[in-house]
């Protein structure tokens, strides 16, 4: 019975990195097909929506199975429920990174991005790849230093976020409201993109000590 459990509980595990994988990989593409005006490829990233909703049905399913036929208890409960939670947060990942295309397609054939901030939101495309891909090796290792360290990882996500608004709220901004309003949410969805993140780390901490 243990065996067999520690082997769903090692499915699950990889089902979660395979979640965070498939975020980092969709944020990367979204911000190539922002910066680029690319339809294409912004169309693809929103269709690959649909595919990390059915690997988050199979760790549902396999988090419960867990829940119900193993009855655990201690470390193996805490693993279980946070690998629920966890979830969420790379789905929720995942579907902030469809946003960033939906607004290159609702812009297109102009680009949304503003060559004033196209270095800022670039960086912060690069940024949240990392993170997402830091997100996923915390979560295969299993390693609280490590996880803890994606908090400070965090800290160029704050700092280009704020550069992007100062730019936003100079009055010499000479690109009109809706290129602001476009500018502002994308800032929001990579800052918010990169908190799911570093709460996966907290997640991974809080499963490996109870804290």
Not at 39 to 63: K, Y
Not at 103 to 114: K, Q, S, T
Request: hydrophobic letters at 50%; a negative charge; proline letters at 3%.
């Amino acid at each position: 019975m243990r065996t067999a459990f520690h082997h769903r509980l090692g499915t699950l595990t990889e089902q979660l990195g395979a979640m965070c994988a498939m975020a980092g990989e969709a944020i990367g593409q979204a911000t190539v097909a922002l910066l680029n005006a690319d339809l294409a490829l912004a169309e693809r990233v929103i269709a690959g929506q649909e595919d990390v909703v059915a690997v988050n049905a199979r760790v549902e399913e396999n988090a419960f199975t867990l829940l119900a036929l193993q009855a655990p208890v201690a470390t193996d409960l805490r693993a279980v429920v946070s690998g629920i939670r966890i979830a969420t947060d790379a789905q929720r990942m995942r579907a902030l990174a469809v946003h960033v295309p939906e607004i290159a397609r609702m812009r297109h054939p102009r680009n949304a991005v503003p060559d004033d901030v196209r270095r800022h939101v670039a960086e912060m495309g690069e940024v949240a790849e990392q993170l997402a891909g830091v997100a996923r090796e915390v979560l295969l290792d299993q390693d609280p230093r490590r996880a803890a360290q994606i908090r400070r990882d965090d800290d160029a996500m704050d700092e280009l976020h704020h550069q992007l608004l100062a730019a936003l709220v100079d009055p010499g901004w000479p690109h009109g409201v809706a290129a602001a309003v476009d500018v502002t949410l994308l800032g929001r969805f990579y800052e918010r993109f990169a908190d799911h993140a570093v709460q996966i780390a907290r997640r991974v901490i809080f499963q490996a000590t109870g804290h």
